[in-house]
């Protein structure tokens, strides 16, 4: 099983030197806060742009690897971005994972980033995307 890096870059392109914020976690959630409170800390701040993320899976522990690329001096993500993770056993059963976050998302959000990864031996999936307000 390999991984799967979130492919879609917010922004423009990333400065010659992007810094890094590496997130470890078996828990979905556990990752779900701490990529939301980067992000609301690059919305309070005026600055911080994500410029590309991936999450990977670690091995057999289970434990996932949610990197986040960012621009500390580019655009911050639009106020009320949000983050969502989610876990599954099967890859099948993240593809539904991932249909429940598209849903619990606000009407007219439009999700920017996604990705997902397995675990080295497959029993494991955990996928993420981030989503920002859309035109009203």
């Known amino acids: 099983m390999g991984n799967v890096r979130m492919s879609t870059p917010l922004g423009p392109a990333p400065s010659p030197v992007p810094q890094t914020r590496v997130f470890e976690s078996a828990l979905a959630s556990d990752?779900?806060?701490?990529?939301?409170?980067l992000v609301d800390s690059f919305i309070a701040g005026g600055a911080g742009q994500i410029v590309s993320a991936?999450?990977?899976g670690a091995g057999d522990g289970h434990v996932f690897v949610l990197t986040v690329f960012y621009d500390q001096d580019g655009r911050p993500p639009a106020v009320g971005t949000l983050v969502r993770v989610?876990?599954?056993?099967s890859e099948p059963e993240l593809l539904l994972a991932a249909a429940a976050a598209r849903a619990s998302l606000p009407v007219n959000y439009v999700i920017v980033a996604y990705g997902r990864g397995g675990s080295s031996a497959g029993r494991r999936w955990m996928g993420a995307l981030v989503a920002e307000p859309g035109l009203a």
Not at 31 to 37: E, F, G, I, Y
């Open 54 to 56: 991936s999450i990977e």
């Open 86 to 89: 989610y876990a599954a056993a």
């Open 31 to 37: 990752l779900q806060t701490r990529v939301q409170a």
